[in-house]
């Protein structure tokens, strides 16, 4: 599967808050660093952190851009609440190994009325 269709397949996954399928698309080894937060590390890490997030907040990814080159798909997103971000996915043998992801957690926070951590 090229890193385009598996990406086309997370966005699906994401939008239906389906975290044990967004958990099978990474490696068991996976790192998926998020900016604005801490690294996770491994599958059965990722998948819980999907779940958790999930049961937060209500998160829609619609797709602006995808790209490819080789190995790597590069997702340029927006949410119905005017969120912006960008995401990058390291493929191979058809499972994402490295994702990185930039967003302004500020604003998703208050989007979503969620609390505002002290600094």
């Known amino acids: 599967m090229r890193p385009r269709e598996l990406i086309e397949k997370w966005v699906e996954a994401f939008n239906n808050a389906d975290f044990d399928e967004l958990g099978e698309m990474y ?6 660093y998020q900016v ?3 690294t996770v590390e491994g599958k059965e890490a990722i998948r819980k952190m999907f779940e958790e997030e ?4 209500e998160m829609v990814c619609i797709v602006e851009n995808i790209f490819e080159d080789g190995e790597w798909a590069i997702l340029e997103w927006k949410d119905p609440l005017g969120l912006r971000g960008c995401g990058f996915f390291h493929v191979v043998d ?3 190994v490295f994702q990185r992801g930039y967003w ?3 604003s998703f926070l208050r989007q979503h009325g969620l609390p505002i951590p002290d600094e």
């Open 27 to 32: 490696s068991e080894d996976a790192v998926n």
């Open 104 to 106: 302004d957690k500020l």
């Open 54 to 57: 999930f049961s937060r907040a």
């Open 36 to 38: 604005p937060e801490e």
């Open 94 to 96: 058809d499972k994402i």
